[in-house]
């Protein structure tokens, strides 16, 4: 069981949904992404999103891109965001962390030490975006045999025909992007998001959470009451770069854990 499975389970028991929050590691810079990574947990974040900084990502909007920009700018690496998540265990072993991404730079460090090293660094599992299931030999089955969990992406254009593929092999949560398009296109629509969850679900055990387009705590109060938790990340990271502390932006998280909490 890894530390995403136990999670879900302490959240089923108390009746509460998941509430997971995306940050670019290394954006603004090291320390400052670091330090708000640090203060994540106590603001209510039940799994840490954290993004791997590449300058191709592909599923991601502006505000991401931008993001990542600004990390790699400031000398962000593959190297430096594990020792980021060795730093945040130092002062908790119990949150997961994800690291999402996309596989270029896993494929130049090698897969085989990448996932030693992403194991030992305290990396739960693996979001990435750009190896679909024909590709699971390249990392999702290693990956797996390593103890890491391997979370696939759905979304509204995953069909009946190609569910069972994206399900096969993902483990931890499925993750529901809610709607077509990049990461802070849109908003997430209730309407349209529910059945695609019940359909998801209907297929398999695992929770179902959705992200993209929730930026408010009302919205991420709306998806949590369909979903088994919802994804903040954009919003996120908009009110980092606008010139707010680390303080007022995890207050920020914080209403979105609440409203997740109290769905």
């Known amino acids: 069981m890894t530390r995403i499975d136990a999670t879900f389970e302490r959240l089923a028991r108390a009746?509460?949904?998941?509430?997971?929050?995306?940050?670019?590691?290394?954006?603004?810079?090291?320390?400052?992404?670091?330090?708000?990574?640090?203060?994540?947990?106590?603001?209510?974040?039940?799994?840490i999103e954290l993004g791997l900084p590449f300058t191709d990502p592909m599923a991601d909007g502006p505000t991401i891109q931008l993001a990542g920009q600004r990390a790699l700018e400031a000398g962000m690496t593959l190297n430096k965001t594990l020792d980021m998540a060795r730093h945040f265990r130092k002062t908790d072993n119990e949150t997961p962390i994800v690291l999402m991404g996309y596989y270029n730079p896993i494929y130049s460090h090698g897969v085989d030490q990448f996932l030693s090293d992403a194991k030992e660094a305290g990396i739960d599992g693996l979001i990435i975006v750009d190896l679909p299931p024909e590709e699971d030999d390249e990392l999702c089955t290693p990956a797996q045999a390593a103890g890491l969990n391997f979370i696939?992406?759905?979304?509204?254009?995953?069909?009946?025909?190609?569910?069972?593929?994206?399900?096969?092999?993902?483990?931890?949560?499925?993750?529901?992007?809610?709607?077509?398009?990049?990461?802070?296109?849109?908003?997430?629509?209730?309407?349209?998001?529910?059945?695609?969850?019940?359909?998801?679900?209907?297929?398999?055990?695992?929770?179902?959470?959705?992200?993209?387009?929730?930026k408010t705590p009302e919205a991420s109060n709306a998806i949590a009451k369909i979903a088994d938790g919802a994804v903040v990340g954009s919003a996120i990271i908009t009110e980092l770069n606008s010139g707010k502390s680390v303080s007022e932006v995890l207050a920020f998280v914080a209403s979105l854990a609440d409203g997740v909490h109290t769905a």
């Open 152 to 214: 696939r992406l759905a979304t509204p254009t995953t069909d009946d025909a190609r569910l069972p593929a994206v399900l096969a092999n993902t483990s931890g949560f499925v993750y529901y992007v809610s709607i077509t398009g990049i990461t802070g296109a849109a908003e997430a629509q209730t309407t349209d998001v529910a059945p695609e969850v019940a359909r998801i679900k209907a297929k398999t055990d695992l929770p179902v959470v959705v992200g993209f387009g929730i």
């Open 15 to 47: 009746k509460k949904k998941a509430f997971v929050a995306y940050i670019m590691a290394g954006d603004p810079n090291y320390d400052v992404s670091s330090e708000l990574m640090a203060g994540l947990p106590a603001a209510g974040v039940d799994i």
